[in-house]
C-alpha cells in the first residue's frame, strides 16, 4: 500500500478575471518532504500557498490533505464546496509563515503565541504559556516573550511569527519568501530557525523562497514555476545541477547572475 | 389619514420657493467659507507669527454651536449700529464657520505639496505671491476638492438652522405650514426628503469626482 | 494642536469665565447659564452613548450581517446622514405625535441626536475595521480563527485605536448639536442665552460667556480624547523608540 500523500493538488486552476494565474495544477508533497518553489516574479508561487492556506478560494480542481479534500466535502458521492466548519477541520493541520510576518501589534511576544492555542484550540493558559516559551526557546528568544512586536527587529519578529505558527501543532508548513523582508545581516538567523524546525520536528514543509542556496541545502524537492505551470521539479541536486529545461537554465542563470 | 397626497401636493411649490432660499445660502455661504479658509490657510504660512492666532480662532469657532453664532451675530450687530436683516447675519455666521472647517482643509493640502516645490520656486527668485498663486495653489486645490465638496453637502445640512431667527428657508416654511394647518407630517417628511435627495446626488457627485481625481494624479 | 496648548486654553476659558461671573453685569446670569449647562451636559452624554452603541451595531450589520439586517443598517445610515440633524429633531418632535407616539422632548433630544451621530459613527467604526491590515485578517485565518474570535481578539482591539481621533471629533459635533434642543423646548443652556438676551438685551456680556462654556466642554471632551487615545496606542506602540 503506497502511503497517502500529504497534500495533493488535482488539476487546480486560479482566475482571476480573464487573467490565469494556476492553470490545472497537479502537485503531490509527501508526509515530512521539504518541498520549494522558485520561480519568476507572478509565476504564481505565493497563490499556491495562499489557496492552501484558504486565503484563495480555487475555481477548479480539488486540494486533497491527508486523503480529504480541504475545500469541498463528500454528499451522496459527490464534491460539493464545504462549509465552514469542515474547512476550519482541515485546515487546523496547516499552518502559514507571512514575508511581513503579521504579528498582532497588540500582543507581546507570548501572548501572540497562546492567542489562537487558547481561543481555538481551548487549551489551558498555563498549558499554553509552557508550550509557548519552549517554542520561543526553541526560536531563541526566551527573553523576548513579554515584547511587543514592534519593539524587536525583522528577524526576531519573523521567528515570534514561526513559533506562533508551530503553536497550533500544524502537520503542514507553509513559508512564503520569510526572509524577503530582512536585512541582509537577519537573514542567517530566520533560516537557522527553519532548519532546525526540519530536523527537530516531523514536519510537512512548503516554502516559496529566493534563496537558492537555502533551497538547494534543505529541500528534498524543488519545483520551478513559470507562468502558472511547474515547468521543472525534481531533487536539487538534478535541478540545480543540470537543468533540463530551457526556461530553468534561464531564471538560474539570471538569478546566480544577480545573487 | 396619516398622509395626505393632495396637501402634499398643495405645499409643494411653497416649499420649492423656500428650497431656492436655502439653496442660496449654501451656495453664498460656501462661497464665503471657501474663500475665507482659503485666505486664513495662505496667512497663516505667509506670516507665520499668526499661526497660533490663527489656530486658536479656529478651535475656538469649531468648538462652539453653529446656532450660538447665528444668534451672536444676529444680535450684536446692531449694537454697534450694524442692523444686517436675518438672512445675511446667517449665512454671515454659516460661512465664518465653515471657513474653519475650510482653513484646516487647504492646510492639509498645502502641507502635501512637497518642500521641493517651495524651494524650486525660492531657487527661481519667484515671489511668495506668484509661489502660491502659480505653483503651490494649483498643485495643493485638485486632491482637495472633495473633502471642500463634503463640508459643502454639511454646510448645506445645516441651512435650517436659519429657522431659529426666521430666515423664510425651507424649515421655517415648513414649521409655518405646519403651525398654520396643524398638519406637520408631510411638510417635514418632504424637507427631509429632499436633503436626502440632494445628499446622496452631492455624495454620488463627490465620488466620482474622486475616481476622476485619482484617474489624473495615478497617470 | 498639542494636548498642552488644549489644556492651556481650558485653564484659559475657565479663569475668563471665572473672572466674568465675579462681575456684575455678569453674574446675573450665572445661575440660569449652569442650569442650562447641566441639561446640555446629561443630553451630550446619553446622546453620545447611543451614538456608539447605534454606529458599532449599524457598522457591524453592514458588513458581516444577513441580507436583511445589511439592508436596514444602511437605510438608517443613509437617512440619517443625508437628513439634517434638525429636521431629524423637528420630525421626531412634530411628526411623531401625529402617528400617535408623543415622546418627552427630552427622549426625543437624545434620540435624534445620538441616532444622528450614530449614522456618521458607523463609518467611522467600519473604516476603522477596514484599516486593519488585510495581514491580520490573513495571519487570524491561518490560526483558524473563528471570525467572531477575530474580530473579537485581533481586529477590534487594534481598529479601537484608528477609531478615537474621529469619534473625539463626532463627540463635539454632537455637543455642539445639544443646542438645537433649544429650538424644541428644552431649557438647555443655548435656550437659556436666547431666553435672556430677549429679556436683558445684554447680548455681549451672555453670548460671550456662552461661548466660553461650549468651549470648555469641548475642550474637556477634546483632552479626554487625547488623554484616551494616548493610552490605547501604548499598546500598539510600545516602544517604538526603544
Ligand atoms: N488579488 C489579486 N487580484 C488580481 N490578480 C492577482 C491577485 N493576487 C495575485 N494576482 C496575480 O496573480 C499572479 C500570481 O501572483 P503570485 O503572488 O502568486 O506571484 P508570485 O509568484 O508569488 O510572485 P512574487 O515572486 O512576486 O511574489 C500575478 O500576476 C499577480 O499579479
Ligand atoms: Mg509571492
Keep these: ?28 508533497i509527501a508526509r515530512g518532504e521539504k518541498v520549494s518553489i522558485i520561480g519568476p516574479s507572478g509565476s504564481g508561487k505565493t497563490t499556491v500557498l495562499r489557496m492552501l492556506m484558504t486565503l484563495e478560494t480555487i475555481n477548479d480542481g480539488v486540494i486533497w490533505v491527508e ?42 511576544a507570548m501572548q501572540n503565541c497562546i492567542e489562537a492555542p487558547i481561543t481555538v484550540l481551548g487549551m489551558k493558559r498555563a498549558d499554553a504559556e509552557a508550550r509557548a516559551a519552549e517554542l520561543l526557546d526553541m526560536v531563541g528568544l526566551s527573553e523576548k516573550k513579554d515584547h511587543y512586536p514592534s519593539q524587536l527587529s525583522g528577524g526576531q519578529q519573523q521567528r515570534v511569527a514561526i513559533a506562533r505558527a508551530c503553536a497550533m501543532r500544524p502537520k503542514i508548513m507553509l513559508f512564503d519568501e520569510v526572509t524577503s523582508a530582512l536585512d541582509p545581516e537577519l537573514v542567517g538567523e530566520v533560516l537557522e530557525v527553519i532548519r532546525k524546525l526540519g530536523r527537530e520536528h516531523d514536519l510537512t514543509m512548503l516554502m516559496v523562497t529566493h534563496q537558492m542556496g537555502f533551497a538547494k541545502e534543505f529541500s528534498d524537492r524543488v519545483c520551478f514555476f513559470h507562468a502558472g505551470k511547474i515547468c521543472e521539479q525534481g531533487p536539487p541536486s538534478e535541478l540545480f545541477g543540470a537543468p533540463k529545461n530551457e526556461r530553468t537554465r534561464q531564471f538560474l542563470h539570471a538569478v546566480l547572475e544577480a545573487g | 389619514m396619516i398622509w395626505d397626497w393632495a396637501f402634499a401636493f398643495e405645499i409643494l411649490p411653497v416649499l420649492a420657493s423656500a428650497a431656492i432660499v436655502s439653496i442660496e445660502a449654501t451656495l453664498i455661504g460656501f462661497a464665503l467659507a471657501a474663500s475665507l479658509g482659503l485666505v486664513l490657510a495662505v496667512v497663516r504660512i505667509a506670516v507665520p507669527w499668526t499661526g497660533w492666532t490663527i489656530s486658536v480662532l479656529v478651535e475656538l469657532i469649531r468648538s462652539t454651536p453653529l446656532l450660538i453664532q447665528i444668534f451672536f451675530l444676529y444680535f450684536v450687530f446692531p449694537k454697534f449700529g450694524v442692523v444686517l436683516d436675518a438672512f445675511t447675519a446667517g449665512v454671515l455666521a454659516i460661512g465664518i464657520h465653515y471657513a474653519a472647517y475650510c482653513s484646516e482643509v487647504y492646510r492639509a493640502g498645502f502641507d502635501n505639496i512637497h518642500r521641493g516645490q517651495w524651494e524650486a520656486s525660492v531657487a527661481l527668485n519667484l515671489s511668495a505671491w506668484t509661489t502660491f ?35 423664510l428657508e425651507l424649515m421655517q416654511t415648513a414649521k409655518i405650514i405646519g403651525s398654520e394647518t396643524f398638519r406637520y407630517t408631510e411638510p417635514m417628511t418632504l424637507v427631509g426628503l429632499f436633503f436626502l435627495a440632494m445628499s ?18 495615478m497617470r | 494642536m498639542g494636548i498642552r496648548t488644549l489644556v492651556a486654553m481650558l485653564a484659559v476659558a475657565l479663569v475668563v469665565i471665572g473672572a466674568l461671573a465675579t462681575q456684575e453685569s455678569y453674574k446675573v446670569f450665572m445661575p440660569g447659564l449652569l442650569q442650562g449647562a447641566v441639561l446640555t451636559i446629561e443630553i451630550a452624554i446619553l446622546g453620545s452613548l447611543l451614538a456608539i452603541v447605534m454606529g458599532v451595531l449599524a457598522a457591524l450589520a453592514r458588513m458581516y450581517g444577513p441580507a436583511p439586517l445589511r439592508w436596514l443598517a444602511t437605510v438608517y445610515v443613509e437617512i440619517f446622514r443625508g437628513t439634517s440633524a434638525l429636521v431629524q429633531l423637528f420630525w421626531l418632535f412634530f411628526v411623531l405625535p401625529q402617528f400617535g407616539v408623543t415622546l418627552d422632548a ?111 466642554m469641548s475642550l474637556v471632551v477634546t483632552i479626554g480624547m487625547r488623554l484616551l487615545e494616548r493610552r490605547a496606542s501604548l499598546g500598539l506602540a510600545r516602544g517604538k523608540a526603544a
Design chain 1, 1 to 28: 500500500m503506497t502511503e497517502q500523500p500529504m497534500v495533493r493538488f488535482d488539476n487546480v486552476s486560479k482566475r482571476y478575471g480573464a487573467l490565469t494565474v494556476l492553470d490545472g495544477l497537479n502537485l503531490e
Design chain 1, 67 to 108: 486523503g480529504e479534500p480541504l475545500t469541498h466535502m463528500e454528499r451522496n458521492g459527490k464534491l460539493v464546496p464545504a462549509d465552514l466548519a469542515h474547512i476550519r477541520k482541515i485546515r487546523a493541520k496547516i499552518g502559514m509563515v507571512f514575508q511581513s510576518f503579521n504579528l498582532f501589534p497588540h500582543m507581546t
Design chain 2, 133 to 167: 498663486r502659480d505653483i503651490i495653489i494649483p498643485q495643493a486645490i485638485p486632491p482637495i476638492v472633495p473633502a471642500l465638496g463634503n463640508y459643502l453637502v454639511a454646510l448645506f445640512k445645516e441651512t435650517p438652522l436659519l429657522s431659529a431667527i426666521a430666515v
Design chain 2, 200 to 217: 446622496l446626488v452631492s455624495a454620488a457627485l463627490i465620488r466620482s469626482l474622486e475616481g476622476l481625481l485619482n484617474r489624473r494624479t
Design chain 3, 106 to 216: 427630552f427622549l426625543v433630544a437624545v434620540l435624534a441626536l445620538g441616532l444622528n451621530v450614530g449614522a456618521y459613527g458607523s463609518e467611522v467604526v467600519r473604516g476603522a475595521i477596514q484599516s486593519v491590515a488585510r495581514g491580520q485578517w490573513e495571519a487570524s485565518t491561518a490560526l483558524n480563527m473563528s471570525r467572531p474570535q477575530m474580530l473579537r481578539r485581533i481586529i477590534l482591539p487594534q481598529a479601537f485605536v484608528a477609531m478615537i481621533p474621529p469619534w473625539g471629533n463626532l463627540f463635539i459635533e454632537l455637543l455642539k448639536s445639544t443646542a438645537l434642543v433649544s429650538l424644541i423646548t428644552l431649557s438647555d443652556l443655548a435656550f437659556k442665552a436666547q431666553q435672556m438676551n430677549q429679556n436683558t438685551f445684554k447680548t455681549i456680556p451672555i453670548f460671550t460667556l456662552v461661548l466660553l462654556m461650549y468651549l470648555a
